[in-house]
């Protein structure tokens, strides 16, 4: 059993998921600002790796601060949303435990929501590899903000499934231990603008309502519109503002 409860097979497919839901995610999950990116890599063009890049969210802040960037996941049916996204960008299936890119070849590693997937130590090893001599890795996770008293009963809703799915600090230190470097911290924010049944639509896309099966899933989709239905700060409300936490974390190896 692992720390947050679940046996290595129903990690296995909560990781293996997200194919699954490969346009539902593009259309609903909340992208990331660009201060963050910034902190990340920096102000100058950078030719990034976004491992884990899914359908391309990241993807695309990177490209929109004139970044070359190319992306790496092992769900090919996510790639494909980001290619129809972004066809610039060269796409790679692959993992961060087996990176497909040669040796020094990048000068930043970045991952969006996704880094609590990888396994640290042979994560770190690729990472180290795929890397030029002074190069950074980023990790960054939205995390949605419960001091909002809707977003607050949204996540009580949700607390009993979704347990070992947020951004996690100790995955940082982890990462941090195993390319032994140092960690800074940036706090930001982002906010969707989203009608009701998106906000469903957009807990739908999370790994451990997809792995559901579809009588559980439409019990808990329920649940989850019955918030939205009756909170006295969203009911009847034709669009919501769902707030987001991001915390942007940078690896510097001395
Ligand atoms: C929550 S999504 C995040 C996607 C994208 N980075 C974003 O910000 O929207 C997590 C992604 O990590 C990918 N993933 C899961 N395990 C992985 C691994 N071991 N190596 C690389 N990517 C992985 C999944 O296929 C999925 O696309």
């Known amino acids: 059993m692992r720390e947050d409860g679940l046996d290595p097979e129903a990690w296995r497919q909560r990781r293996t998921s997200f194919g699954s839901v490969a346009a539902g995610y593009a259309a609903h999950r909340p992208d990331y600002p660009a201060d963050a990116v910034a902190f990340l890599v920096g102000e100058r063009p950078r030719r990034v790796l976004d491992l884990g890049a899914g359908t391309g969210l990241l993807t695309g802040v990177l490209l929109a601060a004139g970044h070359e960037v190319v992306a790496v996941d092992p769900a090919e049916p996510m790639l494909a949303e980001l290619r129809a996204r972004h066809p610039q960008v060269p796409t790679h299936v692959g993992d961060a435990e087996a990176v497909p890119l ?97 906000v469903v639509a957009g807990i739908a896309t999370r790994s451990y309502v997809a792995t559901m099966d579809d009588a559980r899933r439409h019990e808990f989709l329920g649940e989850v519109r019955a918030v939205l239905d009756t909170h006295p700060d969203t009911r009847g409300r034709d669009l919501v503002d769902l707030p987001y936490r991001t915390d942007a974390y940078r690896l510097t190896s001395a």
């Open 102 to 198: 040669p040796d020094a070849s990048v000068d930043a590693v970045v991952a969006g929501q996704a880094a609590h997937w990888f396994d640290p130590e042979p994560a770190a090893v690729q990472l180290r590899r795929v890397l030029r001599p002074g190069g950074v890795v980023g990790l960054v996770w939205n995390t949605r903000d419960e001091e909002v008293p809707w977003v607050a009963a949204l996540g009580r809703a949700l607390a009993a499934e979704a347990r070992g799915h947020e951004a996690d600090q100790g995955v940082v230190e982890a990462f941090a231990h195993a390319l032994g470097a140092r960690v800074e911290h940036h706090r930001s924010a982002v906010v969707q603008r989203l009608r009701p049944e998106q």
